[in-house]
């Protein structure tokens, strides 16, 4: 496998990850807005100091993952996903280890990220991995229960 930054040529791959990882854990991808992000990764993370990776395996993108800073001190990741006949295996753990380490290595001090209660997988991944529900309450749509999560770096 090999992990590496993506490009705007990605684009088609990454929303097709994106997507089925959301249909699998219950949430339908209409219900996710902007995210347009993922047709421009070099614009809406690259060039902004960010940052989005892809682990492929051969020709196919099996896991995915970005961040984008929000102060100086803070960035927030952003597209986790693991392709469904993939997840438990470590691949999430291996993007998410990777962001961490370098926004350590461009001095951010704190991750936050938002996900779902009812995308279980994530829900239970992020607080396994040291980060501390901050907030908890509906999404702006009603359908979901929003969840937010720190971690210090």
Known sequence: MRLRRATNADAASLVALHERALRDAGTDPADVPGNDDLQAVE???LDVGG????LEDGDDAVAMG???PVDDDTVELFRIAVTPERQRQGLGRRIVDTLERRARVHEYERVVLETVVEQTAAAEFYPAR???ETY???T???NYTLL???KAL
């Open 136 to 138: 908890r309450g509906a």
């Open 140 to 142: 702006e749509s009603g």
């Open 43 to 45: 614009q809406t993370f």
């Open 148 to 150: 937010r999560f720190e």
């Open 51 to 54: 940052e989005f990776l892809v």
């Open 66 to 68: 970005g961040y984008r």
């Open 130 to 132: 040291g980060y501390e």
